[in-house]
C-alpha cells in the first residue's frame, strides 16, 4: 500500500482547517511533519491535493474528489480497531443541532445516548440550518439535526418528526386577549424574530408570505431565550417553535396568540453526507432519533 492512515489523517485534517499549522497542531505533530506527510503523499502519486490562495489550502478539483473515499476508509479504519478492541470503544460522535432541537431536544438525548452508552463519547455544535449543513457537508460533524428546508447535493436529508411554530406575547400586551389575530393585528405590531439563515425564521417567512415586505423586524436575534426575554419585557411579538415556548406558556410569562390562516408548521430532519461511512456510534444515534420519534408521536 503506497499510503498510510496518518497520511491520509494529515490530508482531511488540512482540508477542514486550510491550514497545515492548524491541522499539524489539530493532530499534535509539528508543522514540518504534517507539511512532509501530505507532499510525500501527494508526490508518491504525483498529483496535487490543494490549491494555495493566499494563506489558504483549498482542495484542488482532484482533492474534492477524493476527499469522501478518505473519510470512508479512515471511518472504517477506526471501526476495524474498534472492532479488534472488542467493540467497547464507540469512538467520539460529532452531533450538530440547530438552536431549538439543540436547547431542547439534543441534551436530554444525549444524556439517554450515554446512559445506554457509557462508554460513548458525544460533542454537541449549535448553529443555525445554514452552519451546521455545511459543517456537515466538509465532514466536520458527523450527522446534524435541523429545523430548516434543506436542499444539498452532497447531503441526505431524512424526516424526523413535525413542529410548529407559535405566535406570542407577554401577558400584558395589548394583544394577549385579543382572540384571533388579523393581519391588520400583525403589521401593526414590532417583531423579535430569528436571523436570516435560521430554520426557524424560514419557516415564520413562509407563513407571513403577502405580508413579508409590511412587517416591522424589530430585531433579530440568534438565540431563542433572548427573541422570550424581549417580548416579556413589551417590546413586541415573537414566534418561535412550540417545543422552546412550552415552560413560558405553563409558568404564564408568555402567552399564545391564535393567528389563523396562516401555517406555522414545519418539518425537524436529520442530515448525513451521502458518502459517510455509518460506523457504530452514528448508527447508534439514528436508532435513538428513531426512537424520539415515536414517542413523540
Known amino acids: 500500500m503506497r499510503y498510510t492512515l496518518r497520511q491520509l489523517e494529515v490530508f482531511l485534517t488540512t482540508a477542514r ?3 497545515i499549522t492548524r491541522a499539524a497542531s489539530a493532530l499534535a505533530m509539528s508543522q514540518s511533519a504534517a507539511s512532509g506527510s501530505l507532499k510525500e503523499l501527494e508526490e508518491q502519486f504525483g498529483v496535487k491535493l490543494f490549491d494555495r490562495v ?12 477524493l476527499r469522501p473515499q478518505a473519510e470512508t476508509l479512515l471511518e472504517q479504519a477506526r471501526a476495524f480497531e474498534q472492532s479488534m478492541a472488542g467493540g467497547n470503544a464507540m469512538g467520539r460522535l460529532q452531533i450538530g443541532a440547530t438552536m431549538t432541537i439543540g436547547n431542547y431536544l439534543a441534551v436530554a438525548m444525549i444524556a ?10 458525544v460533542a454537541l455544535s449549535v448553529a443555525n440550518t445554514e452552519a451546521i449543513a455545511e459543517r456537515v457537508a466538509g465532514f466536520e460533524l458527523d450527522m446534524g439535526m435541523i429545523e430548516g428546508e434543506l436542499q444539498h447535493p452532497e447531503l441526505e436529508t431524512l424526516h424526523w418528526r ?15 386577549s385579543a382572540g384571533q389575530l388579523t393581519d391588520r393585528d400583525l403589521l401593526d405590531q414590532p417583531w423579535i424574530v430569528r436571523e436570516r439563515g435560521s430554520g426557524t425564521r424560514q419557516t415564520f417567512d413562509r407563513a407571513m408570505h403577502g405580508l413579508l415586505p409590511d412587517l416591522d423586524i424589530a430585531m433579530e436575534l440568534q438565540h431563542t431565550e433572548g427573541i422570550k426575554r424581549a417580548v416579556e419585557a413589551g417590546l413586541g411579538l415573537g414566534c418561535l417553535s412550540a417545543i422552546s415556548l412550552a415552560d413560558a406558556f405553563r409558568r404564564g410569562s408568555l402567552v399564545p396568540l391564535q393567528v389563523p390562516g396562516r401555517d406555522f408548521s414545519r418539518e425537524l430532519y436529520l442530515i448525513t453526507h451521502r458518502n459517510k461511512f455509518h460506523g457504530v456510534a452514528l448508527q447508534r444515534w439514528l436508532t435513538l432519533c428513531r426512537e424520539s420519534q415515536c414517542s413523540a408521536a
Open 162 to 176: 413535525a413542529d410548529e411554530l407559535v405566535v406570542f406575547a407577554a401577558p400584558g400586551h395589548a394583544l394577549a
Open 17 to 19: 482547517h486550510e491550514n
Open 54 to 65: 493566499g494563506k489558504r489550502l483549498q482542495l484542488s478539483e482532484l482533492g474534492r474528489r
Open 112 to 121: 439517554d445516548f450515554r446512559q445506554r452508552y457509557p462508554e460513548a463519547e
